[in-house]
């Protein structure tokens, strides 16, 4: 059994409250296995790693049923173990202020005749903009949140915190109302916090947006088309009948505001180009922004949001049409929060390529709805352990000599890669083992190898 590193230990008793004991044990030695498995990561061959110092022995099948009945027959709950991986998340890193949210929707591979929950779905990856691509598999509505060091210098890393399933055909919930659902366990969780959430124009509708509470501050993506209006109602005439008018008259769209602003060359007037600054994708820009305030009845009824249509004078970027529901907001703000999504697209491919969540295969409802979030929430313990202890450990620094140009010590491969250094040191130790311990660790090694075949 590989033993747990000090440095992990505290962030896992965090955990520990959302198991009973013995699932707690369980899920550590999960982990670890997940993090020392080199071969794919089922759930058998993560669980052949719990005995690292024998070959795999596949008749042991009664040996692996505490693995499979951690996700089948165990009694803890993702939102349970989400919650837990929030105040991880909170105290570990010092968040302080306002939160950033991310929201977005993935597509996990999968087939079979009896798996619960299975659908046909947009496959984003493999979509284009003529062409949309679809493939069977698990659609998960993921909230993770925005973590951004300013000391260290480190991008954006966005770290898991809640998932939900979105089931295909009609009556089950749409992504936007599952993004609501947690949105709003999060805002229980945290009765006084502030939130800030992001998401694509998918996400910007009226399930989601609709009432949405005063602590929390919306930025996203709106259609170049859409339909806005002037918040200041015009004073009605005396004598006039009907009802009172609730908005102003209907302002330029996104869209034709961008062509407003191109035609006035004297740079004068509500609608001009102003150049914003900004720090997005890595690199340092200069933008031109064209924002104003306006009423979005159809997603937002009568809330006034702020319309930020955004321009990159080098061609390298198309025109993006933004909006918020902070008024006070600035345009360089609106363009660097919304910038920060892309860290969530990040977290996806990392999780699909490094952690292998579409590599467990598992059927009934239980192991469906559990394997996936279970997997995200020890990726946010992984990626917490790296920022707080594993980055200044002996095993990172050596790990940087040998990074190459386009490496990144923030990259999920190499944050298990240390924790997969830092183990094995902590289970091989040379200066006190004497001729017998020497010769059990070459086993193991060999052992481990085998199953790395």
């Known amino acids: 059994m590989w033993p747990m590193i000090d440095s992990l230990?505290?962030?896992?008793?965090?955990?520990?409250?959302?198991?009973?004991?013995?699932?707690?044990?369980?899920?550590?030695?999960?982990?670890?296995?997940?993090?020392?498995?080199?071969?794919?990561?089922?759930?058998?061959?993560?669980?052949?790693?719990?005995?690292?110092?024998?070959?795999?022995?596949?008749?042991?099948?009664?040996?692996?049923?505490?693995?499979?009945?951690?996700?089948?027959?165990?009694?803890?709950?993702?939102?349970?173990?989400?919650?837990?991986?929030?105040?991880?998340?909170?105290?570990?890193?010092?968040?302080?202020?306002?939160?950033?949210?991310?929201?977005?929707?993935?597509?996990?591979?999968?087939?079979?005749?009896?798996?619960?929950?299975?659908?046909?779905?947009?496959?984003?990856?493999?979509?284009?903009?003529?062409?949309?691509?679809?493939?069977?598999?698990?659609?998960?509505?993921?909230i993770a949140v925005a973590f951004h060091n300013p000391i260290t210098g480190s991008p954006v890393l966005a770290l898991p915190l809640l998932a939900r399933l979105h089931r295909p055909g009609a009556g089950h919930p749409s992504c936007p109302a599952l993004a609501r659902e947690m949105l709003a366990l999060v805002l229980g969780w945290f009765p006084g916090r502030h939130f800030t959430l992001v998401g694509d124009g998918a996400y910007a509708c009226k399930p989601l947006l609709e009432n949405l509470p005063s602590r929390v501050t919306f930025v996203g993506r709106m259609r170049g088309d859409s339909a806005v209006y002037d918040p200041r109602v015009p004073k009605a005439e005396k004598g006039k009948r009907g009802p009172k008018a609730k908005k102003g008259p209907r302002l330029p769209s996104p869209k034709e505001a961008a062509k407003k602003a191109d035609w006035g060359r004297s740079g004068r007037g509500p609608w001009r180009w102003q150049p914003v600054a900004v720090a997005v994708y890595g690199k340092e820009r200069e933008l031109r922004a064209v924002s104003y305030e306006a009423l979005w009845p159809h997603v937002l009824g009568l809330r006034p949001v702020k319309v930020v249509v955004v321009r990159d004078p080098s061609g390298a970027m198309d025109d993006i049409y933004l909006f918020t529901t902070d008024l006070e907001a600035s345009a360089g703000w609106v363009v660097e929060q919304f910038a920060w999504r892309w860290s969530i697209e990040v977290l996806f491919r990392s999780s699909k390529q490094v952690m292998e969540v579409e590599a467990p295969q598992h059927w009934c409802q239980s192991s469906v709805e559990k394997v996936a979030p279970w997997v995200w929430s020890m990726q946010s313990v992984v990626t917490v352990w790296y920022i707080t202890a594993g980055r200044e450990s002996p095993e990172a620094a050596e790990m940087r000599t040998r990074m190459g140009e386009w490496d990144s010590e923030w990259s999920l491969r190499h944050m298990l890669g240390v924790m997969r250094s830092v183990t094995l040191n902590a289970t091989f130790n040379t200066n006190s083992a004497d001729q017998a311990e020497l010769k059990e660790m070459v086993e193991t090694l060999k052992s481990w190898a085998n199953m790395a075949a």
């Open 9 to 142: 230990r505290p962030l896992f008793n965090v955990l520990s409250p959302a198991f009973t004991a013995p699932a707690a044990a369980t899920c550590g030695s999960f982990l670890l296995c997940w993090v020392m498995c080199l071969r794919h990561k089922t759930l058998r061959r993560v669980g052949e790693n719990d005995r690292p110092d024998s070959p795999p022995d596949h008749t042991r099948r009664h040996s692996l049923d505490s693995f499979y009945n951690f996700f089948e027959r165990s009694a803890w709950t993702p939102d349970g173990l989400a919650r837990r991986v929030g105040l991880l998340i909170l105290s570990r890193l010092n968040f302080t202020g306002c939160v950033t949210l991310l929201v977005d929707d993935t597509l996990l591979h999968k087939s079979g005749r009896c798996v619960w929950g299975l659908g046909w779905f947009r496959d984003a990856v493999a979509s284009t903009r003529k062409r949309v691509a679809t493939a069977p598999g698990h659609n998960w509505v993921v």
